[in-house]
């Protein structure tokens, strides 16, 4: 059984910072592709952020969120993480972590098998 266990989200003020934590178990980790995404009220589910399998040499976000946001992995532990800084009101959404069987992230939704079970994060002004 595959589980993708999310942590980290909550509420906090415009300007503030949050990591957010996705610990997988039940799957080899370091052989997928992983990615954020996130879902606003209202809105489509966007991808954000994405890291390559293995060390995770190479990564990619969304313009929106480029240069105050950060994906990393730490295999050891099975966890690939979401550093948020400079939040702002907009980014007020249900965040999930997902898993690709991809080397390579995409912004394809339809890439990825396996998904966390989102936990919301809300920047107030």
């Known amino acids: 059984q595959v589980q993708l266990a999310q942590s980290g989200g909550g509420l906090v003020q415009a300007g503030d910072s949050l990591r957010l934590s996705c610990a997988a178990s039940g799957l080899t980790f370091g052989n997928y592709a992983m990615g954020w995404f996130r879902q606003a009220p209202g809105k489509e589910r966007e991808s954000i952020a994405g890291?390559?399998?293995?060390?995770?040499?190479?990564?990619s976000y969304r313009a929106s969120v480029k240069g105050r946001f950060t994906i990393s992995r730490d295999n050891d532990k099975n966890t690939v993480y979401l550093q948020m800084t400079s939040l702002r009101p907009e980014d007020t959404a249900v965040y999930y972590c997902?898993?690709?069987?991809?080397?390579?992230?995409?912004?394809?939704?339809?890439?990825?098998?396996?998904w966390g079970q989102g936990t919301q994060v809300t920047v107030s002004s």
């Open positions: 997902a898993a690709s069987t991809r080397a390579s992230a995409t912004r394809s939704s339809d890439d990825y098998r396996y």
């Open positions: 890291i390559s399998s293995r060390t995770g040499l190479s990564t």
